[in-house]
């Protein structure tokens, strides 16, 4: 920004401009307090990132769904004017395992017994979830014991066949974006806590996570709550130091730029929080909790056609495989009502982004062709072009969907995870008591960022 001064004043400093900061900054700017809004990006969003690689085509490279459940960002869509549509569903749904690909039904009737032991798992979850409170996971009966084993081993140890493992581990990456074996029992138990049961987050049908999408693209969201927050929001500068005292903050950016206010809401993941520079130091319980909570793996492959052929054929694009590269995939399309293209959106979550997703471009895409004709017929093989996005890649994400912190970060350093430190208070999806780890703990989080540091105003 020439010619700009270096020098801002504010009530409350917010630093990020995803989904949750810029929420807290709206709270704060209509409780008729000044926000200020500092994005190390050159774009708001976050995690929320729309592109338009053909006219009237949005392809969603962060976040893409709400379910029937998240109340707040329903509210927000229409509060922005923007409208909702249904996601794709009908049809079969296709499964490679074992050497073999099955249709729908077909896979059903051949792996029943595998499903029941699945569905055994998911109902034995729940029932472990019920006694944990998701404001304080570490005070669970069993905490100490869950917190101190991985997801994966305790899979293990149900008696699954080998189908059985696999579905449960491609459904559970399919959430966490990280192999089992490196979140704790405990963490997976607060995810299935803050969103209800296993159903609500593996169902794409009625009350699970993924049921909506946004008409014209999620990334409206973070544009216009920016355009209502105006030149209160400043790109293109990333936080340095955070010196703080009993009531007031400095907030300092690369370049220079310097930011005064009495409180500050760090609505960042919590491992990239924990790169600034605070002064005084934090805790030393907070520095380790951001030390084991990387943020997690995830890689999309959107690949475009001329229509959706899978639709006449029977499928609805879904696919779920053992295999790879892309472990579970969906029917992308724009609304039925408008036309467009054919998208079907592949995911390499967890070990498959790390690994595949770092081969050559080339390669992977020619797996990922060869694994929808398997799936879809000859057709899905020949794309007319295929647009990628890897969140590790990006400088100020560094990865994807959420984070969780492995075997006994809960129990040791959970308690310091949105526990203000005097002036400064922490957003971010990761912090939500409903709905962690997607947009509606982002909005959560920040709605109770916002109100953590209104209250601590003179």
Known sequence: MPGAPSSYEADVIIVGAGLSGLVAAREVMRAGREPLVLEASDR?????LTEEPLPGVFLELGA????????????????????????????????????????????????????????????QLDAMAQTVTVTEPWLAPKADEWDRITVGHWYDAQGLSPTGRSLLEICTVGILAVPTVEVSLLGL???????????????????????????????QIPQRLAAELGERVMLNSPVLTIDHGADSVTVTCRGGLMARGRQVVVALAPTLAGRIMYDPPLPGTRDQLTQRMPQAS???????????????DGFNAQLISEIGPARMSNDSCMPEDTGGPGIILAFLEGENARVEGRWPAEQRQEALRAELARHFGPRAAAPELIVEGAWVDREWTRGCYNANPGPCGWIHFGHALATPIG????????????????????????????????????
């Not at 909702?84 to 395992?97: A, D, I, K, M, N």
């Not at 990761?430 to 997607?438: H, I, K, L, P, V």
């Open 64 to 123: 893409q769904w709400i379910g029937d459940t998240h109340h707040q960002m329903a509210a927000l869509a229409n509060e922005l004017g923007i409208g909702l549509y249904p996601q794709f569903e009908e049809g079969e749904t296709s499964y490679e395992f074992g050497g073999r690909v099955l249709r729908g039904e077909a896979f059903h009737r051949a792996h029943a017994q595998d499903l029941a032991e699945v569905d055994r798992v998911l109902r």
């Open 423 to 458: 002036p400064i208070k922490w957003a971010a999806t990761e912090t939500a008591t409903r709905w962690s780890g997607y947009m509606e703990g982002a909005v959560d989080a920040g709605l109770r960022a916002a109100a953590e540091a209104l209250a601590d105003l003179p």
């Open 44 to 48: 708001v969003g976050g995690r929320i």
């Open 189 to 219: 138990l607060v995810n299935v806590v803050t969103c209800g049961v296993t159903a609500d987050l593996l169902s794409e049908s009625e009350g699970g996570a993924q049921t909506q999408r946004f008409v014209g693209g999620t990334g």
């Open 298 to 312: 995830a890689h999309k492959a959107f690949a475009i056609y001329d229509e959706p052929f899978w639709r006449a």
